[in-house]
């Protein structure tokens, strides 16, 4: 997404005050989240009875390709969810920048904690069931880690916030269908569970835009066109991510169709963002700019599905013929 001017003062002001107005509902939404957040323990999650020593200090067996029983795309997908999960301290450095004080703070805390114990969960999982090479995966989180994340340009608090509510519900879905995907009972219900905090999550951010609509609609609007219009997940800095999201998207875990159908469209509509009267010049125009990018996108997601139904059906003869 290119740089997004923030030079206008009056801008930067109006956001700031906007923040402060919002301090209520940050609140609010904190203690609801946990009065409805249920405990969890990712142990109880873990077949560790499928489990033995690796090779190296302990002296266990080597890995090899042949112990991975799950579908290639659900590896892949639970490797990148779970490099996604391991920035979480370049996450928590973004967001925390944005203050520490009062709710904020404490939620901050809150979600960065429940976000750590899905990576916890993923990771065990993985490596007691030996459905991946421990080493190549270690090895790919000192790359992705070490890479750090950096918030885009020009992103504001609420831009932050904004792009959370997205993302939140684009990962509970691609956690949901990696774990319908894997043919595991155990891995499915890990990834029902982790999706239900996502969903929560999700309702935290989508909360606080809703309220910032209501405050400053104008604000709210450039803010989700920003964010629809340049989105992209935090793994994308993942090497060969695009190869990776590719097959994701073939195997239908997390598609264009998806993301148009199940993320953003809900989201809008729950906003009303195009149903809601009171905006102001600016408003209506990023508001026109964001239905004119839905409806391309709405294309290039049929286009997409129409080529994936050929790809599918090439691999089929393929593998028929190797038969």
């Known amino acids: 997404m290119p740089p997004i001017d923030r030079s206008d003062r009056s801008t930067a002001r109006a956001e700031h005050s906007l923040l402060a107005e919002l301090q209520p509902v940050v609140e609010s939404n904190l203690h609801r989240h946990l009065g409805v957040a249920r405990e969890w323990f990712p142990h109880e999650y873990i077949p560790w009875s499928r489990g033995r020593n690796f090779d190296g200090r ?39 920048e944005f203050g520490k004080d009062g709710a904020w703070g404490t939620w901050v805390d809150r979600w960065t904690a429940e976000e750590a114990r899905h990576g916890t969960a993923l990771r065990d999982y993985l490596l007691v069931t030996r459905a991946v090479d421990p080493k190549a995966l270690e090895r790919a989180r000192m790359v992705h880690m070490s890479a750090g994340y950096d918030r885009p340009d020009g992103f504001s608090a609420l831009h932050a916030i904004a792009y959370a509510a997205f993302q939140e519900l684009a990962t509970r879905i691609s956690h949901r269908n990696t ?40 604000i709210a609007l450039r803010v989700v066109r920003d964010v629809v219009m340049g989105f992209e997940m935090p793994g994308s800095t993942i090497k060969d991510f695009r190869r990776k999201s590719a097959e994701i998207a073939i195997a239908g875990i997390y598609d264009l169709r998806l993301h148009h159908d199940s993320v953003l469209m809900p989201i809008l509509r729950t906003l009303r963002v195009f149903e809601r009267g009171g905006i102001g010049p600016d408003g209506e125009a990023a508001r026109e700019e964001l239905a004119s990018f839905m409806g391309q996108l709405d294309k290039k997601a049929t286009s997409f599905t129409d080529r994936r139904e050929g790809i599918r059906a090439a691999r089929a003869q393929r593998q028929a013929a190797t038969v």
């Open 58 to 96: 302990l002296g266990g067996e080597p890995w090899a390709p042949s112990e991975a029983t799950l579908p290639d795309v659900a590896r892949t997908s639970l490797v990148v969810n779970l490099l996604t999960e391991d920035n979480l301290p370049g996450y928590h450095f973004a967001v925390a």
């Open 179 to 218: 774990g319908q995907v894997s043919a595991d009972p155990d891995c499915d219900a890990l990834l029902a569970r982790i999706a239900a905090d996502e969903n929560l999550h999700m309702v935290f951010y989508r909360n606080l835009v809703d309220a910032a609509f209501e405050l400053a609609p104008d």
